[in-house]
């Protein structure tokens, strides 16, 4: 443990240089030894919204130095009031800027649950807590897979945050699991959480990834793709 | 929260000597406030084996094993690849009542066609204290005998006021033939 947890109300663990100086495990500070916190997730890449896009994805950095791959996202809104969020892959074997590249290759097979509450208390929820949502599952079949549903853009506060987890995507022996729990504000001012777990059923290598509405742009918000370590 | 890799207890592939269960006695104890374990395709020797954890107070009254004391509730949703069965219900045969047996997580009915799998990960809370019960969540993700994608939520309490440090990791039949487990302690 460190001699000192703070300086000037910031936890140590969270300063990485004072005066522009950077300090290591180890080293000390007025003669107080510093123990760094290290952190098993890297930040890979950001993909952002900027302005609007028509997708956000990422096409390299998918590959076999992590096992899980975190995928945050934070407040995304999209252009359109009521639309689905969505996510697909291609495998090495069909990559953008190499194969056709368009997403549409990997079979998928998901399962689709939701829990909501409506802001006026005015609608049921679902009585066992979650309600499986049989019109959006997936049963293998290579179309973009909905992680969460009716993404509002009436007023402009509203979007969608949350993480997917994908294992393995470097495997060419296994299918790929992915589990992802994301909350949105939806249309009709409900708050949705959606748990969507399921696999890629495909044994190629997956490399790439994509997400995007099912209408119009993202116009809100940013993608963080994190590696969990594996040394 | 940060993320510490403490130890790699599980990586082998099916070219390798398959393991009866991955007992990791080393590792756990009050140095982190809870401990996640990264668990990424586990394959099974066996077809239709359920994916499975127990632990065990070393140090504690009770050192037959792992068969600490477990009350657990666990869901699961689930979906065929030709479209059917898609359901999420109750998983009765999965939760724990006051039971020392292996306490099944991330998925159930794994299959052991090449490409089948279970992959998620277990969060264990505070098993250090000599105060508390020891709550953990499951969560996973697996390829069913029959063709099913299986996402299963499981969670509870080791019923154990001494402290937990030691857990094992095995399907409830036959080796684990392929696999990679990862511990990690939060803090």
């Known amino acids: ?102 997403y549409d290759t990997s079979p998928i097979t998901s399962t689709f649950m939701t829990s909501y509450q409506k802001e006026d208390n005015a609608d049921a929820h679902p009585s066992a807590g979650f309600l499986y ?42 299918v790929k699991h992915f589990m992802s729990d994301t909350n949105v504000y939806t249309n009709g001012d409900y708050s949705r959480r959606a748990l969507v777990a399921g696999y890629i059923n495909d044994t190629t290598p997956i490399t790439q990834i994509n997400f995007k509405f099912a209408s119009d742009e993202i116009q809100g918000g940013n993608i963080k793709m994190y590696g969990v370590a594996k040394s | 929260m940060a993320l510490t890799l403490i130890s790699t207890p599980l990586n082998i592939t099916t070219s390798d000597t398959a393991v009866t269960s991955v007992d990791i006695t080393s590792g756990i104890d009050g140095t982190y406030q809870s401990y996640e374990f990264h668990c990424v395709n586990m394959y099974p020797e066996t077809n239709n084996v359920n994916f499975c954890f127990q632990v065990n107070a070393a140090t504690g009254s009770n050192t037959a094993g792992f068969d600490q004391v477990i009350t657990s509730s666990s869901a699961r949703a689930y979906l065929k690849e030709d479209g059917t ?10 939760d724990h009542h006051q039971e020392v047996s292996l306490q099944r997580i991330l998925s159930t009915g794994t299959g052991d066609d090449a490409d ?36 299963s939520w499981t969670a509870g309490y080791i019923n154990t006021t001494e402290a937990i440090d030691e857990i094992t990791f095995k399907f409830d039949s036959g080796d684990i033939e392929a696999g990679t487990i990862k511990m990690f302690g939060v803090s």
Do not use: C, W
């Open chain 2, 85 to 94: 069965g898609g359901t999420l219900g109750y998983d009765a045969n999965s």
């Open chain 2, 116 to 151: 089948q799998s279970v992959s998620g990960i277990l969060r264990l809370y505070a098993p250090s204290s000599t105060t508390y019960v020891k709550h953990f969540l499951a969560e996973g993700n697996g390829a069913d005998h029959g063709d099913y994608t299986v996402n």
């Open chain 1, 1 to 102: 443990m460190p001699d000192i947890s703070k300086i000037n109300n910031v936890a140590v663990a969270d300063i990485s240089k004072l005066d522009s100086i950077t300090f290591a495990d180890g080293q000390k500070v007025n003669n107080q030894s510093v123990s760094l916190i290290s952190d098993a997730h890297t930040l890979i890449d950001t993909a952002d919204s900027g302005s609007g896009v028509a997708s956000l994805g990422f096409t390299s950095g998918i590959d076999s130095t992590y096992d899980v791959y975190e995928f945050h996202f934070t407040n995304i809104h999209p252009e359109t009031n009521n639309v689905n969020f969505l996510f697909q892959v291609n495998p090495s074997d069909d990559e953008v800027g190499s194969g056709t590249g368009e």
């Open chain 1, 133 to 174: 949502e049989a019109d959006q599952d997936i049963a293998n079949v290579a179309n973009y897979v909905p992680l969460n549903l009716h993404v509002a853009a009436a007023v402009g506060d509203e979007s969608l945050s949350g993480v997917l987890r994908l294992f393995a995507p470097h495997s060419n022996t296994f």
